[in-house]
């Protein structure tokens, strides 16, 4: 059971250039988000989805496009890179459970990505 | 909407002294309160919530937290450090009802004196 998982580890982009993101989670979960984190401003959600098939926006999605492909895997496209996504980038996913009750959301170890 | 305001953004402590890193939010309906911790070049990891029942939560490696309704704070403590707790510590809320979203205040790294 390898949780969450996020390729690549690392990468370096040149402005302009596109690149996808990819995230997968072999936990049955129903949600995938995806957030970045940048020094002093915590983590902000950019995407999210709540079950295969349909997604939404987060707190910052501009420069951003997800696809939910199938139950288990999230990805998030940079078309047009710029340096000011340079940051790290989180997936997470959830067992979302109808009405009250607590959900925890499990984490990926993270993209850095550098934008020159 | 919920907010977080995580004041510290940076807390030095000598080895096997207490710590407090502090945590208030706000929101207009009932919330979940999280600290999860990040450390160096790793992914975060639920270090404990308070859903409902006792105001004061235990979670893994020595640490707790109190909730505080009145307050609106949800503070982490742990009585004595070790090197190994130097990371950074994010507080996070989530809704009750509706509750896929979390909102994370913008972190505290806290950092151990030998």
């Known amino acids: 059971n390898a949780g969450v998982t996020q390729t690549p580890k690392f990468q370096v982009l040149k402005t302009g250039q596109s690149m996808t993101l990819q995230c997968a989670q072999d936990?049955?979960?129903?949600?995938m988000y995806w957030y970045r984190q940048d020094p002093g401003m915590g983590l902000r959600l950019i995407y999210y989805s709540a079950s295969e098939g349909t997604t939404d926006k987060g707190e910052v999605p501009n420069g951003y496009n997800v696809s939910r492909l199938n139950k288990r895997e999230f990805s998030l496209r940079l078309e047009s890179a710029a340096p000011s996504q340079t940051s790290v980038y989180f997936c997470?996913?959830?067992?979302?459970?109808?009405?009250?009750?607590?959900?925890?959301?499990?984490f990926g170890p993270g993209t850095r990505l550098t934008v020159l | 909407a919920q907010s977080v305001t995580q004041l510290d953004s940076q807390v030095p402590v000598f080895e096997e002294a207490p710590v407090e890193l502090r945590c208030n939010y706000s929101?207009?309906?009932?919330?979940?309160l999280f600290w999860y911790v990040q450390y160096p070049n790793q992914g975060l990891q639920l270090l404990l919530k308070?859903?409902?029942?006792?105001?004061l939560v235990k979670g893994i490696n020595g640490f707790e937290a109190e909730f505080n309704k009145s307050q609106t704070s949800f503070h982490l403590r742990k009585p004595s450090v070790h090197i190994s707790d130097t990371a950074e510590y994010f507080c996070?809320?989530?809704?009750?009802?509706?509750?896929?979203?979390?909102?994370f205040g913008t972190g505290t790294r806290l950092t151990i004196i030998p």
């Open positions: 997470a996913s959830l067992l979302r459970t109808s009405g009250r009750g607590y959900n925890e959301q499990f």
């Open positions: 308070y859903l409902s029942g006792s105001t």
């Open positions: 929101s207009s309906v009932s919330v979940y």
């Open positions: 936990m049955n979960h129903n949600s």
């Open positions: 996070a809320v989530s809704r009750v009802f509706g509750n896929e979203k979390l909102t």
